[in-house]
């Protein structure tokens, strides 16, 4: 008998871990980062960016109570084919608002709060794009019901097609034609580099900074007006 409630114990023990780790697996690694899979841990993944001069993409999300969260978590996330790209193309971050608050960590609530205003997510899912220096925003991209991972992959390749990566593979293929881009893209990145920056600041809420955050994002429009000439 006493055989009997051991081996219970421990097959519940067992399956227990089991379902945690199908739990992390999901949900993604809650600290360190590495390239390709969804990690809540914001500094490391801007680390690693960095180290290997990757783009960056966030994933504002309801995981486990919004439906078109779960559906591309299900649909195009979870695919092989997207996981194949993902490895060498992009740093991946999970920026998690669930019903169940046991899926993020404390220290992450307040920092996710943040960054939801800074990029003024109002749905979810919404996937931010930034260069790997972790200022540059390069594009939103959203869900949709027919999107599959290679459709997606190729939504994710169009908003980094001016990253810093990207424009000077195409100044080096192009050395004729690459200098417009070449300043057109640095006129952005110090633009985005500049507005956050002065966010990062915290200014108070007032009319005179209002004008000024304004003023700050005309001209990163303008810029990246002018970008889109290069389409």
């Known amino acids: 008998m006493k055989t009997n409630i051991s081996l219970d114990f421990a097959v519940a023990v067992l ?3 089991l379902l945690s780790l199908q739990s992390v697996q999901a949900d993604g690694a809650v600290e360190g ?21 990757l783009p960056i993409m966030m994933n504002f999300t309801g995981s486990d109570w919004c439906h078109w969260c779960i559906h591309m978590d299900k649909n ?32 992450y609530k307040l920092r996710n709060q943040t960054l939801q205003q800074k990029f003024g997510v109002r749905g979810y ?11 540059t925003l390069l594009g939103m991209l959203g869900a949709g019901r027919e999107k599959t991972p290679k459709s997606f992959a190729k939504e994710f390749k169009d908003a980094t097609r001016f990253s810093a990566r990207s424009v000077a593979a195409y100044v080096k293929a ?7 881009l ?16 002065w966010i990062g600041t915290n200014p108070p809420r007032n009319e005179e900074n ?5 003023t700050m994002r005309t001209r990163i429009a303008n810029a990246m007006t002018a970008l889109q000439k290069f389409k």
């Not at 899912?125 to 972790?134: A, K």
């Not at 192009?174 to 417009?180: E, F, I, L, S, V």
């Not at 070449?182 to 920056?197: G, N, V, W």
């Open 76 to 107: 195009v996330f979870a695919k092989s084919e997207w996981k194949k790209f993902a490895a060498t193309n992009a740093v991946l971050i999970t920026i998690d608002f669930p019903r169940n608050e046991s899926k993020v960590p404390k220290k």
């Open 174 to 180: 192009n050395p004729g034609k690459g200098k417009p």
């Open 125 to 135: 899912p919404t996937f931010v794009v930034m260069d790997s220096d972790g200022s």
């Open 210 to 214: 209002l004008k000024k955050y304004e």
């Open 15 to 17: 399956c227990g871990a």
């Open 182 to 197: 070449q300043a057109a893209a640095t006129e952005y990145r110090e633009a985005s580099t500049a507005l956050d920056k």
């Open 33 to 53: 980062a590495k390239v390709g899979e969804w990690t809540q841990d914001y500094d490391a993944a801007l680390k690693l960016a960095k180290k290997k001069d």
